[in-house]
């Protein structure tokens, strides 16, 4: 049976960036420039991208702009009638190549913050004067006249701050704010025991959320979820294996989920080698953990198997060892515990963190 | 009153799936057929007016009924900001 099309194109134009945010989503092992698809294959990648029933581009990274070619992959993006969102870091890019972008058929744009102020903020993102670009950056967005949502990474050490985070990006006059705890792998794992909020912030955070949403009703929409550390029930990870979305990282390999390097035993295929219908109908990557035939107890044959589709592989993996175990975030798990364990273990945490860089030895954590 | 998308919202045909949705920031709405047929018409030019006499046109339907619809169906894409104004 053919799989539905997927929604969304997730793209890693690169992993260069120039800030050092100790959860960054991008592998231990960053990839080097020189392996980037160049201009060509990404343009070919979004017409295959939109043959294939793909509505929406997410620009990604690292810091996207560090592409010199950006401006003309939009334009390739919006020619082949796809919605562009940018993620961005806001860090590498003046009001003239906005401008170009905009121009070029850019629909939308999310900008990250580290946190509220400056102090904190660049001290997680590891890059001195770092946020007082951000903010400018933000400026510069609304001048243009484009859409913009502010995302927020939240942890323990800004969650407290989540308040100000609103007021932030009310004044900077975001339509969206998306409020994201950190999910832990890769090098958030590294970092697990600095970033796990406790129970009394999260508490507090999901009453601030409440009211603030009914609070800016039609001027500012909240993306809110509970963390999986604290939860009962684990989330459709990205809507479910190869269901939903597709990344393409910067060499070009197609993965269900911009983690599932992080599995063992894992081939992914490229988009050098086969075009991207043919990955997401039929690659073995692809095929592993789509729909429920993988699962085992207690997920198989559970009522919650097709609306969370066994939860994340990848936090299932990076707890327990084994990919294909039921997500421990749900109740039913019988890793479950080893949620509790983590946040126990967080409350002391020794020495500093550990900031995404290039080429580190491979540190173990559990 | 010209009804018109906010920005970072637009009404595309959907081919891979056989339907019309409004791609927004982050997420994809899915109008029903008669909600497809009104924003058809919203292009930044056309006034309320002139959409509801061309849709009572085309659908031989009793002006104020169709005006009396539309209104209420505007409103709510407003509120979710996806129409502007």
Known sequence: ?366 | MVPQFARGHRLREDKARGRWVILAPERVFEPDDIATEVLLLVDGVRTFDEIVDALAAKFAAPRDAIAADVTVMLADLRERQVLAG
């Open chain 1, 1 to 366: 049976m053919t799989p539905p099309p997927p929604i969304g194109l997730l793209a890693e134009l690169t992993h260069r960036c120039p800030l050092r945010c100790p959860y960054c989503s991008n592998p231990l092992a960053l990839a080097a420039a020189d392996g980037e698809l160049t201009t060509a294959d990404w343009a070919r990648v979004f017409r295959q991208a939109a043959e294939l029933g793909v509505l929406q581009l997410h620009l990604s990274g690292g810091e996207p702009a560090a592409r010199r070619d950006l401006v003309e992959l939009v334009s390739h993006a919006a020619g082949a009638g796809l919605y562009t969102n940018l993620i961005t870091s806001g860090m590498m890019l003046d009001a003239g190549r906005l401008a170009a972008l905009a121009e070029a058929g850019l629909d939308h744009v999310q900008l990250s913050v580290q946190d509220s102020e400056p102090g904190s903020a660049d001290r997680i993102a590891g890059f001195p004067g770092g946020h007082a670009r951000k903010l400018a950056f933000a400026g510069l967005v609304t001048q243009a006249g484009l859409p913009f949502t502010l995302n927020a990474v939240v942890h323990r050490q800004n969650l407290d701050h989540l308040g100000e985070i609103v007021a932030l990006a009310l004044q900077l006059g975001a339509k969206r704010l998306e409020v994201a705890h950190v999910q832990y792998y890769g090098w958030a794992l590294l970092n697990r025991d600095h970033l796990l909020p406790t129970r009394d912030q999260l508490d507090r955070a999901t009453v601030m959320v409440e009211q603030a949403r009914s609070e800016h009703r039609g001027v500012l929409s909240i993306d809110y979820v509970v963390p999986d550390y604290y939860a009962t029930e684990p989330k459709a990870c990205m809507g479910g294996w190869g269901r939903q979305v597709m990344v393409v990282n910067p060499t070009g390999k197609v993965l269900p989920c911009h983690a599932a390097e992080s599995l063992p035993g894992m081939v992914f295929e490229s988009v050098l080698d086969r075009d991207l219908a043919s990955i997401w109908t039929s690659s073995e990557a692809f095929e592993m953990y789509r729909g429920t035939g993988w699962m085992r107890g207690p997920c198989q044959g559970c009522v919650n198997a097709e609306r969370d589709w066994g939860g994340c592989r990848c936090q299932a993996f990076a707890l327990t060892g084994d990919a294909t175990a039921t997500d421990p975030a749900c109740r039913l798990s019988r890793d479950h515990s080893l949620l509790d364990v983590a946040v126990q273990r967080a409350a002391a945490p020794a020495g500093d963190f550990i900031y995404r860089e290039r080429a580190r030895v491979k540190t173990s954590v559990l």
